[in-house]
């Protein structure tokens, strides 16, 4: 980046280039003072700045307006599960007598939690719900808005953020303390990839890195982590998998920072207070040039990331300094399609070594994985760190292996026709059925005469068309 166009934001300290084409990137200013983000100088495109936290999707404000509806659709769920709980209280209460005390407390608890978490979204995901209303609901569910390609959501990772500052201390010393074992000293400047609630980063600020960049595709998370690290405690309800007792179904937290960042490099300091900066990106188009970092960190994520290990590896290599150290925590449990990406530690390591690293040096403890005291679930896990340091270039370049660059040329320019694929026709057919026999409920008939209408027309056969319809009815009254 030119020095006479760093943008004066939150990406001062920190070389950027665009996730997307790799060209300089410019502060985007709507007035002479204040940067409303970053702009591409080669492919124009913008880059926002939420708050402290500036966006670097890789599509820029297109992929941030989808996880907006993203967060439109979660507001419209969990107004929908308050008015289930409203709906079971009053149904409770035409029943007096018998009126079970622990379920009407329970059902109070989840009123007031969903009615309070509703109060918690809008103010803390404010900055990317705040380009007007959203969709409707039947829209965002037909066009399966809410969750990512690897079937994650805006709270896919929530708890995350209770484990991290509200109850789990002894996992978040566990994971600094085996990380230390396997890389003593200073990490210097440390990236920390897929950063979530963003403890570590944090614990690394205070303690080992002179500054750490936090990156994280997840508003939710990213937002409530840049805002606590900045001493600005962020308000939330949780809502425990399999609460224990009445009171545990929602619990009001307040998340805040056990203490501010000592400030100890204040000219790499990002914001001013504290040196991490935060940023919304895809691990898989990272907005860094080369050589951009001392350390990666690569938390509970190799396993999750949608990239195979081998390009995972060859990407931590290019985002390293010659000498720069990869530290790699937590479980491994690759789920991939193909069996041959499943790998288990011994070859991860082997692949690691073979992708420009030295044989890592691996340390492996057990211990608790979102443990939440209010939880009846809660997971135990060989745990390992790893530290492996680049001794050679990866053999193939990370940018070949991002997610944008496999993407049909179609998808990436949203210009060029989109082709006919057997795919979007079966759909497309399958979608036709379902209006149709929708559009047959009408209150007046029976599933016999849906069913009749149905055959006529030879979209069913006559022995199926009964459970068939049955079946397709009950599923959609579970959901
Ligand atoms: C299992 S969580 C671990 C979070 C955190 N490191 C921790 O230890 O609690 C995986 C994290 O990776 C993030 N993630 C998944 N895919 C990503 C991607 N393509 N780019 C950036 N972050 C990603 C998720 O949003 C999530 O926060």
């Known amino acids: ?97 018998s009126i079970p005390t622990a379920t009407k407390e329970r059902l109070q608890q989840l009123e007031e939690g969903y009615a309070g978490q509703l109060d918690c979204l809008g103010e803390l995901l404010a900055p990317v719900l705040s380009d007007g209303a ?7 569910a037909a066009l399966n808005t809410q969750a990512l390609s690897n079937n994650t959501t805006l709270f896919s990772y929530a708890t995350n953020l209770f484990r991290d500052w509200v109850w789990g201390e002894a996992e978040n010393n566990q994971a600094i303390d085996m990380l230390a074992q396997v890389a003593p000293g200073s990490l210097g400047r440390t990236l920390v990839l897929g950063a979530g609630g963003g403890r570590l980063a944090w614990d690394l600020a205070s ?12 508003p939710l998370t990213s937002l409530a982590a840049a805002a ?28 805040l920072a056990p203490t501010s960042i000592p400030i100890s490099a204040p000219n790499e300091s990002a914001i001013g207070r504290t040196p991490i900066t935060w940023l919304l990106a895809d691990a898989r188009a990272l907005p860094f040039p080369p050589g951009s970092f001392d350390t990666v960190v690569t938390p509970w994520f190799t396993d999750v990331v949608q990239s195979s290990p081998a390009a995972t590896a060859a990407q931590v290599n290019g985002l390293l300094a010659p000498e720069g150290r990869w530290l790699n925590f937590g479980s491994v449990a690759f789920a991939d399609a193909d069996p041959a990406q499943c ?6 390591c082997d692949l690691v070594a073979a992708q420009g690293f030295t044989e890592p040096t691996v340390i492996e403890q057990r211990g608790p994985y979102l443990c939440s005291p209010h939880s009846r679930y809660g997971r135990y896990e060989l745990l390992h760190a790893f530290s492996a340091t680049k001794n050679a270039s990866a053999p193939h370049a990370s940018r070949k292996t991002t997610a944008q660059n496999t993407q049909p040329i ?16 079966d759909q497309a057919m399958a979608t036709q059925v379902h209006a149709y026999l929708l559009s047959l409920i009408d209150g007046e008939r029976s599933i016999n005469e849906i069913a009749d209408i149905l055959q006529q027309r030879q979209l069913i056969s006559a022995h199926e068309a009964r459970p068939l319809i049955q079946g397709f009815l009950e599923k959609m009254l579970l959901e």
């Open 1 to 97: 980046m030119n020095a006479s166009t760093q943008p004066s934001s939150a990406t001062t300290a920190l070389p950027l280039c665009c996730p997307s084409c790799h060209g300089d990137l410019t502060a985007s200013e709507a007035s002479s003072t204040q940067p409303t983000g970053l702009l591409c100088r080669s492919c124009t495109l913008e880059f926002p700045l939420l708050g402290e936290v500036t966006c670097l999707y890789p599509k820029g404000a297109a992929d941030l307006a989808l996880w907006q509806a993203r967060a439109h659709k979660e507001q419209q769920d969990l107004l929908h599960k308050l008015q289930a709980v409203n709906q079971a209280l009053v149904n409770l209460e035409l029943k007096a007598d």
């Open 228 to 255: 606590i690290c900045n001493d600005r405690p962020v308000r939330l309800w949780e809502f425990p998998l399999a609460p224990v007792k009445p009171s545990d179904v929602a619990l009001h937290r307040e998340l």
């Open 410 to 425: 179609w998808l990436q320019n949203s210009a060029i026709p989109v082709p006919a694929l057997t795919q979007f026709q």
């Open 134 to 140: 959203g969709s409707d609901r039947a829209t965002y």
């Open 343 to 348: 790998l288990l530690l011994p070859e991860l």
């Open 207 to 218: 303690g080992s890195a002179t500054a750490v960049c936090a990156v994280d595709i997840n």
